[in-house]
């Protein structure tokens, strides 16, 4: 504790003026250990504190701490006439699987999953100016080789670097600007590629994230730009999708569609927070003009047929078996079985998906709406139908692997 108090006692030196206003001359050094009460658990950090008379004019401390997982080594210049000092920021190395867990389980952090892991080593570098009421400059971090992930939302992303600015200013730190990139994530089961987000400060803890694209099911996926609160980890975005793969929609309603090729676009809400982790809104997609769409429905029996008969009776039913003995082939009905039965492609000529968070009616979650022409067109020369997807909206997400979810079709 003494030598923490003359350590003390040194950088306060810029109090205690000389007769002509100066610093005094000192040279010295100063080492010891302490630990951060607040973070329990973590590790003793080891300093050292060497403090040089490099000129008449000027005096310098050079100060390095270390402990597991962590390295840092600053120095501080003070000019001897009283004018301000700067200080740097020489080597700064974090090992952030070390202490992540520390400061998660030290409640410092709160609206966080304890369960989200994080690592990577983070690298910060800064410098700036320093007088005797205030501390301003840049103070950058960036942090390589990263990886997060959180098992109870279902979420991860791989190969993670991440770099940050925060400007030091009088009024107080501001993030000057944020980038983050990963080549691959994880989320509900699907891989999510090239993530690329960049953003700005707005003000105090607030970031203005102007792009975040990534590449998804063989499209793209965009927010908009929006406002993020750091103090309050949660966002509401409106996501724009381009090119999204329509083999998609039969990955997730394989009790309705056996194979599906072409392009969807459109928008979703898409609500996110800590707590929580990701969470779906309203949204509509369309199938992309420009592209040859096609489907084939899984082999569902009656889906189609039910509405029709095999024969035509075009004489009336007061004929009775005569009717019957002369009723014709009804040349519809083994097109419309060939399609209900996934042998007869459809070539769709519009597709409309329409998203409901909490089920439209408390029922239907997501609603699919077809108008297509059977590859063998002479019978039939369109069909249209719908696919009702009931639950709730997140769990859809998961349906090809949910059994307890439940697909329901009508035909119009």
């Not at 030196?13 to 010891?32: I, M, V, Y």
């Not at 997060?148 to 279902?154: K, L």
């Not at 099911?217 to 724009?240: C, H, Q, S, W």
């Not at 420009?290 to 024969?311: C, E, M, V, W, Y």
Request: charged share 20%.
């Amino acid at each position: 504790m003494r030598r923490v108090l003359l350590l003390c006692l040194i950088l306060l030196l810029g109090e205690t003026r000389a007769a002509a206003n100066e610093l005094p001359l000192f040279t010295g050094g100063l080492s010891g250990d302490f630990r951060v009460k607040a973070l329990s658990g973590a590790p003793p950090i080891q300093w050292h504190v060497d403090a040089v008379a490099e000129s008449a004019t000027e005096n310098r401390i050079t100060l390095s701490a270390h402990a597991r997982g962590l390295k840092v080594k600053a120095r501080v210049s003070l000019p001897r006439d009283g004018s301000p000092g700067s200080w740097r920021i020489l080597e700064g190395h974090l090992i952030v699987s070390d202490w992540w867990a520390i400061l998660i389980n030290s409640g410092l952090v709160v609206q966080i999953p304890k369960d989200i892991q994080l690592t990577g080593e983070l690298q910060f570098a800064g410098a700036g100016n320093m007088d005797d009421a205030h501390f301003t400059g840049e103070l950058s971090a960036k942090l390589v080789g990263g990886s997060m992930s959180s098992r109870a939302q279902g979420w991860s992303v791989q190969r993670m670097d991440f770099e940050a600015v925060l400007n030091l200013a009088e009024e107080g730190p501001v993030i000057e600007s944020l980038s983050l990139s990963a080549s691959q994530a994880v989320v509900q089961g699907f891989v999510l590629e090239n993530l690329e987000v960049s953003a700005v400060g707005a003000k105090a803890h607030q970031l203005r994230i102007n792009t975040a694209t990534v590449e998804l099911l063989g499209g793209r996926v965009g927010l908009r730009p929006f406002a993020f609160d750091l103090t309050k980890p949660e966002m509401l975005a409106k996501a724009e999708l381009e090119g999204v793969s329509l083999a998609a929609l039969s990955l997730l309603m394989p009790k309705a569609l056996s194979a599906a090729q072409g392009r969807l676009s459109g928008t979703l809400e898409i609500g996110w927070s800590a707590a929580l982790g990701l969470q779906p809104g309203t949204g509509t997609l369309r199938v992309t003009r420009d592209s040859s769409s096609t489907l084939r429905l899984a082999a569902t029996p009656n889906f189609l047929t039910q509405h029709i008969g095999k024969k035509i009776e075009w004489l009336p039913a007061m004929f009775g078996s005569l009717a019957r003995k002369l009723a014709l082939d009804n040349p519809a009905y083994e097109t419309l079985r060939q399609i209900e039965m996934g042998e007869m492609a459809l070539a769709v000529d519009s597709l409309d998906v329409a998203l409901y968070p909490d089920g439209r009616d408390g029922q239907v979650s997501a609603r699919v709406a077809v108008v297509a022409r059977p590859e063998d067109g002479h019978a039939v020369e369109e069909v249209s139908f719908e696919i009702n997807v009931t639950g709730p909206l997140k769990e859809v997400l998961l349906l090809s692997t949910d059994k307890r979810m439940k697909l329901g079709v009508k035909s119009k």
